[in-house]
């Protein structure tokens, strides 16, 4: 089995992969001069626009590969009181992950953040989500797993929400924060289905997973490292 090309819908269900050898994989998969993860770039600046703090609670739903870690780092910031994986950009009837995992459904493995606007803005999530839970350059893809199900994308729920991360797209990249050009898709939200209970806090319950040690928990500790401000401790020990 050529484990650089093995999706992780596929590693999920195998349980003999020993940690050596998926080392020994991310390794044959990083070609030189690729950044592999967000963790890559050693900083961002801040937003230079962002939403005005609005009263209550509210939500964003951002896309960046495996729903897992992306869902493990903003259940670690302060100010979000709820994640949930699942699935946006296609329809209802293949919502579901035996359909989206094997692509073609225009759907993205997502995250729908719950989150206080008095305790953590827009624009602070979309920095920790440039930064920490993905790698914007990467296309179709991050790290081990291919598809457009694993696209960099953001749904904004308002007009307000677009211009915002549009402009935080074109500050970074104009400021050339990535060695390689943002791919990021910014996506109208028309729907957001939650995924199958088994996938959620799916790292909180699954710590020692594999894929969890080499490709999530290293973002835990960058969000850590990165936003002391911001970071939250959980039941998750680093």
């Known amino acids: ?3 650089p090309n093995a999706s992780r819908h596929l590693l999920r269900n195998v349980s003999l992969f020993s940690l050596a050898a998926l080392a020994i994989a991310t390794v044959q998969m990083t070609l030189p001069g690729r950044a592999t993860d967000a963790a890559a770039v050693q900083t961002l600046p801040d937003p230079a626009i ?9 939500t964003v739903v951002l896309a960046g590969g495996c729903f897992w870690g992306v869902e493990a780092v903003f259940e670690h910031v302060k100010g979000v009181s709820d994640v949930v994986s699942g699935y946006s950009g296609g329809d209802a009837r293949s919502a579901n992950y035996p359909m989206v995992s ?9 995250v729908k953040i719950t989150y206080d606007p008095a305790q953590v ?7 920790i989500y440039f930064l920490v839970a993905h790698n914007p350059t990467e296309l179709n893809r991050q790290g081990p797993d291919t598809g457009t199900q694993y696209r960099s994308a953001i749904f904004f729920a308002n007009d307000e929400q677009k211009r915002v ?9 104009q400021a050339q924060s990535f060695p390689d050009p943002i791919v990021t898709q910014l996506s109208p939200l028309n729907a957001f289905y939650a995924a199958e209970d088994y996938h959620q806090n799916f790292i909180d319950r699954n710590p020692d997973y594999p ?8 973002k835990l500790e960058q969000l850590r490292k990165q936003f002391p401000d911001l970071y939250k401790n959980s039941s998750l020990s680093l």
Do not use: C, N, R, W
């Open 1 to 3: 089995m050529a484990l």
């Open 50 to 58: 962002d939403l005005p703090t609005a009263a209550g609670q509210q």
């Open 102 to 110: 094997f692509g073609g459904t225009d759907h993205a493995e997502a």
């Open 121 to 127: 803005s827009y624009g602070q999530l979309l920095k």
């Open 165 to 173: 991360a549009q402009a935080y797209i074109d500050q970074l990249s």
């Open 211 to 218: 894929y969890v040690v080499i490709h999530d928990l290293p």
